[in-house]
Nanobody, 126 residues
């Protein structure tokens, strides 16, 4: 069982930056693939980024590629999402998710993940 707690959301102006954190419980953190998803009002949950056991094995959604960076610190059982050049369309609730192992072909699918955090609100507005 893994528990995930996100933090770092808030209100930011367009073009600004924000860093989200997701702290996980459990001793086997390093065996999990961690993902970030987001959901805007009236829209489906969208894949943002994922990082597998190896920190060099990283995937991004097309909408955030080049602006967001995912990373993990296994010693702290934490995954981060550094967001830069934020746009109003980045607004939504951001969720952290975990899946033990994870195959590459499935990690962009939100229903593939076993554990979820409660979400943190990100609002990009002037």
């Amino acid at each position: 069982q893994v528990q995930l707690v996100e933090s770092g959301g808030g209100l930011v102006q367009p073009g600004g930056s924000l860093r989200l954190s997701c702290a996980a419980s459990g001793p086997t953190f390093m065996t999990y693939t961690l993902g970030w998803f987001r959901q805007a009002p009236g829209k489906e949950r969208e894949f943002v980024a994922a990082i597998r056991r190896s920190s060099s094995d990283i995937y991004y959604g097309e909408a955030v590629k080049g602006r967001f960076t995912i990373s993990r610190d296994n010693a702290k059982s934490t995954v981060y999402l550094q967001m830069s050049s934020l746009k109003p369309e980045d607004t939504g609730i951001y969720y952290c998710a975990a899946k033990r192992g994870a195959i590459v072909s499935a990690l962009r699918n939100w229903d593939y993940y076993d554990y979820w955090g409660q979400g943190t609100q990100v609002t990009v507005s002037s």
